[in-house]
C-alpha cells in the first residue's frame, strides 16, 4: 500500500490463494514495484506546492502575517528548501495595499519555487530505485 498525489493505491495477497506466506509476499513486493514504475513520481518542487489543510490564503507556502511592528500585517512568502533553509519574502499591507502585497507575495512564492531542485521527493528506497 502506498499513496501517491493524493491517492491510495492498495491490493490484497492472501496466503491461501498464493499457496503459502513466502509466494503472497513476493506477489506483493512484485506488484508494489510494477505499480510504482508506472506512476510518475512526486518531485521535490511539486511537494512545495501541495497546499495544505491549514491553508487559508489558498495559494501555497503564502501567509498572511500580522505582528506588533506591523499592526495592518504583511503577506509573506515562505519555503523551506530540502537543506532545511526557511526562505521568506513579506510585502506590507501599509506599503502596498492588501491587493498589491497578495500578488506580490504569490510572485514571490514563484521565485522561491525556483530555489527548489525538480528531482524527486522519496524516501523509501524501493521507490527510489523506480524514479527516473
Given at each position: 500500500?502506498?499513496?501517491?498525489?493524493?491517492?491510495?493505491?492498495?491490493?490484497?495477497?492472501?496466503?491461501?490463494?498464493?499457496?503459502?506466506?513466502?509466494?503472497?509476499?513476493?506477489?506483493?513486493?512484485?506488484?508494489?514495484?510494477?505499480?510504482?514504475?508506472?506512476?510518475?513520481?512526486?518531485?521535490?518542487?511539486?511537494?512545495?506546492?501541495?497546499?495544505?489543510?491549514?491553508?487559508?490564503?489558498?495559494?501555497?507556502?503564502?501567509?498572511?502575517?500580522?505582528?506588533?511592528?506591523?499592526?495592518?500585517?504583511?503577506?509573506?512568502?515562505?519555503?523551506?528548501?530540502?537543506?532545511?533553509?526557511?526562505?521568506?519574502?513579506?510585502?506590507?499591507?501599509?506599503?502596498?495595499?492588501?491587493?498589491?502585497?497578495?500578488?506580490?507575495?504569490?510572485?514571490?512564492r514563484g521565485q522561491l519555487l525556483e530555489l527548489v531542485e525538480d528531482k524527486p521527493f522519496l524516501h523509501d528506497q524501493v521507490a527510489k530505485m523506480f524514479a527516473v
Amino acid at each position: 500500500m502506498f499513496t501517491r498525489k493524493g491517492k491510495l493505491h492498495y491490493k490484497s495477497f492472501y496466503d491461501i490463494g498464493r499457496g503459502g506466506s513466502e509466494n503472497a509476499l513476493a506477489a506483493a513486493i512484485a506488484w508494489r514495484d510494477e505499480q510504482l514504475a508506472a506512476i510518475s513520481t512526486l518531485t521535490k518542487r511539486d511537494f512545495c506546492q501541495i497546499k495544505r489543510t491549514s491553508n487559508r490564503s489558498g495559494v501555497p507556502g503564502v501567509q498572511f502575517i500580522r505582528s506588533k511592528n506591523q499592526p495592518q500585517g504583511s503577506w509573506a512568502a515562505k519555503i523551506k528548501l530540502p537543506n532545511g533553509d526557511v526562505r521568506t519574502k513579506a510585502f506590507s499591507v501599509k506599503k502596498y495595499g492588501e491587493a498589491r502585497a497578495f500578488e506580490l507575495a504569490v510572485e514571490a512564492r514563484g521565485q522561491l519555487l525556483e530555489l527548489v531542485e525538480d528531482k524527486p521527493f522519496l524516501h523509501d528506497q524501493v521507490a527510489k530505485m523506480f524514479a527516473v
